[in-house]
Each structure stands twice: as C-alpha cells, then as structure tokens.
C-alpha cells in the first residue's frame, strides 16, 4: 500500500525562485491537506481540499497555493520562495474533512530556501 | 477555537517502565482526540483515535490512551516501555466540522 506519496523529498531553492510539490493518495480519500512543521509548532495547515474540486485557506496560507488536480493529487505551489518558507512539508489524506475519521501522511518532503 | 496542550516538550522514561505521554485540549463541541508518532525523518503515523463509547482506548504497538472529559484529557500510555518507542509524539483534536489541531509535540526518549 502507497498511501501518501509526495515528491520531491528534498529540495534547495534560491530567494525567489518557485516550485511544485507534488502529492497522490492511493486511498480514495475526499479530503487532502498540506501541512507545515516546523520546531516546537507542531503542525500548521496551510490548505485543504475537502472534496474533489474545492480548495480553501489554512492558517498558515500566505506564500502558497495550491491546486486539487482530481481527486487523487492535490500539489502546493510556491511562487516565489521565501527562507521563512523553509520547513518540513507533509500531505495528508482523510476519508471526509469534518468528521472523526483519522488522517493520514506521507513521508514529508523537506524544503529549504536559501 | 480549538487548541492542544502538551505540557512536556520532552519525557525520558527507563526501558521496561510505564510511559505517559500527556494532552489536554479545548473545544467547543464534543471531540475526536488523536495520537501520531513520528520517527526521524519520516510522516506521522497514526497510533490510536477516540470517537465515542469507551474511554480506554487501545491502539499499535501497545499502546493506549484513555479520555477523561471533566479534566479534557486523553494521556498516551504503555505499560512497559521499549527502546524502539522513542520518538516524536503528537496529540491531535477535530470536532465536527472543522479541521485537525495538532499539539507542539513531546519527544519521548526511552533509555536502556
């Protein structure tokens, strides 16, 4: 079982510069998310996708954006990097976004901005 | 709002004791209480949840988490600790129809 596959699983960017990461789900899951961690902040929500076809803002979106290709992949863009953008990034993937069904994560792809 | 407390940044505990990891949180609303594990350089992996019913909540790896409501808590707990165990805990709430709060983590290390 994939799970949660996300690529690239690291990454250097110059101040400036923009790039995708990408993200599938094997599960077929409605909701997907992109998380930031950073050190002692745990993890902050920066987009979701509740349902194939809709997007909305986190609490940590500015900087990003982000696109709900079909309901497998949903990929964060980053247009122009920032070096407080650099973190952990981790998608993630639930069955439905508003009840208690559990969330799961891929492997995290680490991005830093120079 | 929802939020997650996990008073201790960092727990050390001897091979083959008991380990507890705490959480209290805060919602409005009844809540789905959560536990992930994360290993160095990899996701979080889901450990154990509470939806309803039964406080004592069993999950991987022997461990178990148990809900109190008047003191809104659910502790992670394993009554004999391994090696293997250490690692980055997070506690996580969701209450209906908004998204998932993780807590800042506790990096459990167990000491042989």
């Known amino acids: 079982n994939a799970g949660v596959t996300q690529t690239p699983k690291f990454q250097v960017l110059k101040t400036g510069q923009s790039m995708t990461l990408q993200c599938a789900q094997d599960?077929?899951?409605?909701?997907m998310y992109w998380y930031r961690q950073d050190p002692g902040m745990g993890l902050r929500l920066i987009y979701y996708s509740a349902s194939e076809g809709t997007t909305d803002k986190g609490e940590v979106p500015n900087g990003y954006n982000v696109s709900r290709l079909n309901k497998r992949e949903f990929s964060l863009r980053l247009e122009s990097a920032a070096p407080s953008q650099t973190s952990v990034y981790f998608c993630?993937?639930?069955?439905?976004?508003?009840?208690?069904?559990?969330?799961?994560f891929g492997e995290g792809s680490w991005l830093t901005v120079v | 709002a929802q939020s997650v407390a996990q008073p201790e940044d960092q727990v050390n505990v001897a091979e083959g004791n008991p380990l507890t990891v705490k959480c209290t949180y805060s919602v409005s609303g009844n809540p789905y209480l959560f536990w992930y594990v994360q290993y160095p350089n990899r996701g979080l992996q889901f450990l154990l949840k509470y939806i309803t019913g039964d406080n004592l909540v069993k999950g991987s790896y022997g461990f178990e988490a148990e809900f109190n409501k008047s003191q809104t808590s659910f502790h992670l707990k394993k009554p004999s600790a391994l090696v293997s165990d250490s690692a980055l805990y997070f506690c996580a709430v969701r209450v209906y129809g908004q998204n998932f709060v993780f807590g800042p983590g506790t990096r459990l290390s167990v000491l042989p």
């Open positions: 993630a993937s639930s069955e439905a976004s508003s009840s208690g069904n559990t969330i799961y």
């Open positions: 599960m077929n899951h409605n909701s």
